[in-house]
Nanobody, 127 residues
Framework: QVQLVESGGGSVQAGGSLRLSCLVS????????TGWFRQAPGKGREGVAA???????AIADSVKGRFTISQDNAKNTLYLQMNSLKPEDTAMYYC?????????????????????WGQGTQVTVSS
């Protein structure tokens, strides 16, 4: 059974930083694309960042230069470092893992839905 458990969300002022973590069990992150998606109230889900087993990454234009995705294969954990946060970054952030193995991370994954999903962690940025 695959499980993804996020942590690290919270409330922060604009310009601040947060680091999200996602502990994955039931699959090896080195064999799958994993990523972060977010959904703000009244909006659709948006892909934020993705990474594959070779550490190739894809980052959404809206967060490029501010967010960094990484993973620790030994801990089977995914991270999202978020710097220079803006009020428009306020959303529920979800960790995801591609159900298929072996693909290479690329911008297409930021619109991909055939994933295992975590429960989400809330990020709120105040101005």
């Amino acid at each position: 059974q695959v499980q993804l458990v996020e942590s690290g969300g919270g409330s922060v002022q604009a310009g601040g930083s947060l680091r999200l973590s996602c502990l994955v069990s039931g699959l090896r992150v080195r064999n799958h694309i994993t990523g972060w998606f977010r959904q703000a109230p009244g909006k659709g889900r948006e892909g934020v960042a993705a990474i594959d087993g070779a550490k190739v990454t894809a980052i959404a234009d809206s967060v490029k230069g501010r967010f960094t995705i990484s993973q620790d294969n030994a801990k089977n954990t995914l991270y999202l470092q978020m710097n220079s946060l803006k009020p428009e970054d306020t959303a529920m952030y979800y960790c995801a893992a591609d159900k298929a193995a072996g693909a290479v991370a690329a911008p297409w994954y930021l619109k991909y839905e055939n994933n295992y999903w975590g429960q989400g962690t809330q990020v709120t940025v105040s101005s």
